[in-house]
């Protein structure tokens, strides 16, 4: 009779099997209704922004969940534009000020995107350079960069003269005396050669001028300076 007693009492502390299945049922519908309010919230942040969800009763987890998630979809397209619209240089997976602090230490292969790897600097192709010899500089004046003549060749010589530098760094002569070459300020084709004279403009009160390729001891035009020199840079 003890037997059959404990056996009893053994039964009815076991869960039945229609037990275990509302449990299981009463978790999958406490599930459902989670996921359904973790959606409604990112509906309403998304509507209303992230300050709208801040406040919410209850379930602050959740709720930042619900902010992160709505900030990313709305913030992201807004940032690419941002990053599009503004004045950062695209090194190639990461942005900088311009093509020179791209590298940030790490050579060549921090310099990608709108630049390029030249000479051993990340340069901007698309700028305006002189070719100093050996490196580029937007003009021959920044090419020595406090090495003096040694850094002034390529399209660019040395004059020495008593400066702190001992000298500067300017143009080469693009032509020599007697060249033919085109008028300054007059339509293409209008050219002139060494002693000679191109058609006065507004710029000289519309006098004629000397040719950029004349000699300078030469003074037979009425506008007695040269608009440009090309004999001498």
């Known amino acids: 009779l003890l037997r059959r007693v404990r056996r009893q009492e053994v039964r009815l502390q076991r869960p039945s099997t ?4 509302a449990q299981s049922l009463s978790l999958v519908l406490l599930a459902s209704s989670t996921v359904a309010l973790a959606d409604e919230g990112s509906l309403t942040c998304s509507s209303r922004g992230a300050s709208g969800c801040s406040s919410s009763p209850g ?56 630049c390029k790897w030249e000479d051993g600097a990340c340069v901007d192709p698309n700028a305006a350079k002189v070719n100093c010899g050996g490196h580029y500089a937007l003009a021959c004046s920044e090419c020595p ?12 010589k040395w004059e020495s003269n008593s ?23 007059s339509p293409a084709g209008n050219r002139c050669a060494g002693s000679q004279c191109c058609p006065g403009i507004e710029a000289t009160n519309n006098q004629p001028f000397a040719c950029p390729s004349a000699p300078s001891s030469f003074a037979g035009c009425p506008h007695d300076v040269k608009l440009e020199d090309c004999v001498t840079r």
């Open 18 to 21: 229609m037990s275990r299945l």
């Open 59 to 114: 379930g602050d987890e959740a709720v930042h969940l619900q902010v992160r998630s709505a900030t990313t979809m709305t913030a992201t397209p807004a940032a690419l534009l941002a990053v599009h619209d503004s004045h950062l240089t695209d090194c190639g997976g990461h942005l900088a000020w311009n093509c020179a602090s791209c590298p940030q230490g790490h050579g060549e292969f921090w310099c990608n995107g709108d």
């Open 145 to 156: 960069a406090g090495h003096g003549e040694v850094w002034c060749n390529g399209v660019c």
């Open 163 to 185: 400066n702190a530098q001992g000298g500067n760094c300017v143009p080469k002569p693009t032509c020599s005396v007697g060249d033919h070459v085109q008028c300054p300020g």
